[in-house]
């Protein structure tokens, strides 16, 4: 003999039009000839479970439209901002090369600090964009991963070259690929090593990659039913208190003023975004006067 199980859920309607789900488990016995000998199961009430459930998704819609909305706002209004931003830099400019003899020292300070405050205004709009950019759809583009890493640096070669830096890096295994939005994770870290580094001592950059079990992954609050990779950037740099290590990747959070180090405060924050928009996240440890160390930890994703 035997048995089987069966598990079904099924609707049904009262008299008074209300609805009701019920989901059945019945276990049917078997005789020696495989027969259905006998039937016993139990019927449990779900309704309250099903409204529940019905609910969340529909307030995850309106969820998600409001994010596509908001986003679009963003888009929208940083292109349409960017013109008018252009224009006020251009003339204010014009004023002060064409009109420099006719402008007091006070005027002359104030149009410059206008051009000043300007350009940065256009690095936020440039930032904000960026921002709307991740969850735009380009789940296709994908590249591999150490090509990105090895773009990034050829990028920024001039400004490797201008600090003396030294940036040491191992390929990534050809195998793994990810988002092309990878690309502005790495640029971003890279420049942020290279801005955050020392008056005196040369810049020393190391890009390794290790792989992450998935039982290390859940101390990162991920999901353990599948492989991680490791990139990790350190540096010998400025550093900071790590206190500070989940601050900084938030929104416009700067460690530091703008007089001493140019940026947004949004980078990081972009960053930190576009990893865990790819089931991933970024940590960060630092050590004031030592250096920093950022760890973007991605599924494994072989191609």
Known sequence: GGNEVSEFTYRIIL??????????????????????????????DITRRVEIENALHQKNLELQRVNESLEEFVFVASHDMKEPLRK????????????????????RNYFERMITSSHRMQTIIEDL??????????????????????DVVTDLDMRIREKNAQVIYAPVPARFAGSKQFRQVFFNLLNNSLKFSKTDIPPVISISCTEVSPKEAEKYKLAGNQD?????????????????????FQMFERLHSTSEYDGTGIGLAVCKKIAEKHKGTITATGTPGIGASFSVIIPKQIK
């Open 228 to 248: 991680y990779i490791n990139i990790n950037f350190s540096d010998n740099g400025i550093g900071f208190d790590n206190n500070y290590a989940e601050k900084i």
């Open 88 to 107: 006020i830099i251009t003339f204010s400019d014009m004023i002060v090369k064409n009109e420099k003899e006719n402008l007091s020292e006070k005027s």
């Open 15 to 44: 008299k008074n039009n209300s609805v009701k789900y019920l989901n059945a488990r019945v276990q049917n016995h078997l005789d020696p000839e495989t027969n259905p000998d006998k039937h016993l199961g139990t019927v449990q």
């Open 129 to 150: 964009l960026s921002v709307s950019g991740i969850f735009q759809n380009n789940e296709n583009e994908s590249e591999s991963l150490d090509r990105l890493i090895s």
